[in-house]
């Protein structure tokens, strides 16, 4: 009889534990409260938007359509509390971009990827052997710049990014310390028009020149070391932006660079989520979910080459979370559980 009480009770124990553990993996802390998200205007930074943005659904938050915004902005907006967070933050790439009331109302949290916002400029490796170009200094040369003119207006035509981008504000630096204007060409059209114009010329056996950035489609399009290759800037000479973190702006180790180290004249960014403070204060379980997400590069340039084989749609998006999330549910389930913890 005493054996048998004891059995029961262990059972029953174990039957309230493990109740215990399946409402705590279904607690909402959200439940009840809307969320205006943004998002920014590349969209190879679509794909961990909607991964956060699933993860707050799942903590029971009701999520508007982001908007999509322009960096400036967006930063303005947060804020002032009109939208709540993005996770297109690249630090210290956009630190100009920041109003001066930044850090007293909003902040940077966690790390989608730490240091692997990459960014430079790239050349068909056939132009690069031919004129042994190994920096922008080279498009100087007249038979480089030449080589490099696409619509005949004397200057070598670079896909470069539109405005209100961080990159835009530092290849129109590289312009002017480098003396390429008389040079060099950037052409500021909607960068997916842009480059997907530049690489129907490179199919059709003509030269590229763009810049280009990691997590990125674009080099899994064309792969640095056997398409394309990573140029050097002619010195590192940083933006104000810049200043901070020169030591990133050299990089080693670069598969298809032209040189070990090169010197890109970008930092390698950190990219991070954005919110405004009193929404974090608010709500703990946002602010730890934001805190835990992070992403492996590889894992965003597969999404990104998938969305430009075509794979592009809301829905087609969706699926793309939907696979992630199977394929990685212990962790998204740990990032689910600390943030219904802080929320307790």
């Known amino acids: 009889m005493i054996l048998k009480k004891v059995i029961l009770g262990a059972a029953l124990a174990a039957m309230t534990m493990t ?12 439940e009840g409260i809307t969320v ?3 998002r920014a205007t590349w969209d190879t930074g679509f794909f961990q938007e909607a991964l956060v943005r699933r993860g707050l659904e799942t903590l029971g938050y009701d999520v508007e359509k982001p908007k999509t915004l322009v960096n400036p902005i967006f930063y303005k907006t947060v804020t002032l509390g009109d939208i709540d967070y993005w996770t297109n933050g690249w630090f210290p790439m956009h630190n100009d971009q920041l109003p001066k009331n930044f850090d007293k109302k909003a902040e940077k949290i966690g790390y989608v990827i730490k240091a692997g916002g990459l960014g430079g400029y790239l050349i068909s490796k056939k132009e690069a052997d031919k004129f042994n170009i190994t920096s922008l200094e080279d498009f100087k040369r007249p038979e480089v710049k030449k080589a490099f003119d696409t619509n ?5 035509d670079l ?9 835009e504000k530092v290849i129109s630096h590289h312009m002017d310390v480098y003396g390429l204007k008389d040079f060099v060409n950037p052409v500021k059209a909607a960068y997916a028009a842009g480059i997907a114009s530049a690489m129907a010329g490179y199919k059709n056996g003509g030269p590229i020149f763009f810049y280009t950035w990691a997590p990125n489609w674009t080099i899994f399009k064309m792969k640095p070391g056997k398409d394309v290759v990573w ?6 000479n940083p933006t104000k932006a810049q200043s901070s973190a020169i030591e990133r ?8 660079a032209v040189s070990d180290p090169i010197k890109l004249g970008f930092v390698a960014s950190d990219i991070q989520i954005v919110a405004n403070k009193e929404f974090t204060k608010q709500n703990p379980a946002a602010r730890k979910f934001f805190e835990e997400f992070t992403l492996p590069l590889a894992d965003i340039n597969e999404q990104n080459t998938r969305m430009n084989d075509g794979e592009k749609s809301k829905q087609d998006i969706q699926h793309h979370v939907d696979q992630w999330i199977a394929k990685n549910q212990d962790k998204w389930n740990g990032w689910l559980t600390e943030a219904r913890n802080a929320a307790k």
């Not at 896909?159 to 990159?167: D, E, L, R, V």
């Not at 702006?249 to 298809?256: A, P, S």
């Open 19 to 30: 109740g215990s553990v399946a409402i705590a993996d279904t607690l909402k802390p959200g």
């Open 36 to 38: 205006k998200p943004a």
């Open 152 to 156: 005949g207006d004397g200057k070598a």
């Open 159 to 167: 896909t470069a990014c539109p405005p209100g981008w961080g990159c």
């Open 231 to 236: 140029i050097n800037v002619p010195e590192i």
């Open 249 to 256: 702006m050299t990089v080693n180790g670069l598969e298809g």
